[in-house]
């Protein structure tokens, strides 16, 4: 069995309850992944933390932030996750171990996936290729939203030729129907959909 790690998507202040752009049993999460995290430490040679990081306005972050019009919930959104704001801070019920690498992502451009995004201290390098030098060859995949950022970080996983697993339990959706078409989407493309 390969070296795995764990990844833990954008469990932020705005995608909490309170937030910007709250997800409903995001601060549940929170909880259960800092619980999981403690008791599983042992299985996990990488833990890795994602974030929103956005510019604020007047940059839209490429078209992700609606300015003008109400927010589609599809593509442009409310203004969320800015750099340096307490929106953009972790949920203060997360816990992460001192070795965590983090992830800022969305730096003025739509990422939804944490291998889009910029490994904090890497130089450039991508999370792919600190994964991959770390020995890692499984990943699993917790946090919000299932529908959204958990399903493309998944997604680019498997093409990154990782092994990738969401623990489904370890994650909050924003809407039912786009998480169906997300899950039955990563389930074709070979990624594992399982509880803790």
């Known amino acids: 069995m390969g070296t795995r790690a764990l990844i833990v998507v954008d469990v932020q202040n705005d995608f909490c ?42 940059d839209t972050n490429d078209g992700h932030f609606a300015v003008g019009a109400e927010p589609d919930f599809v593509t442009t959104w409310p203004v969320h996750c800015v750099a340096d704001t307490p929106g953009a801070r972790y949920h203060p019920d997360l816990q992460l171990p001192a070795h965590t690498l983090h992830v800022r992502k969305g730096q003025g451009r739509q990422d939804y996936s944490g291998f889009e995004g910029e490994v904090v201290g890497a130089d450039g390098t991508s999370l792919a290729q600190v994964l991959a030098a770390d020995g890692v060859t499984d990943v699993d995949i917790v946090g919000l939203a299932t529908d959204h950022c958990v399903a493309a970080t998944a997604s680019d996983a ?37 509880t803790s």
Not at 20 to 25: D, I, K, N, T
Not at 32 to 52: F, G, I, N, S
Not at 166 to 188: K, N
């Open 158 to 194: 498997r093409a990154a030729g990782f092994t990738a697993t969401v623990l489904l339990d370890l994650t909050a959706a924003v809407a039912l129907p786009t998480t169906l078409r997300a899950v039955a989407r990563l389930a074709e493309q070979g990624v594992t959909l399982r």
């Open 17 to 58: 309850e309170g937030g910007a752009l709250a997800v409903s049993g995001g601060s549940a999460v929170a909880r259960a992944v800092t619980d999981y995290v403690a008791q599983q430490a042992d299985r996990y040679a990488v833990v890795v933390a994602t974030r929103d990081w956005h510019a604020p306005l007047p």
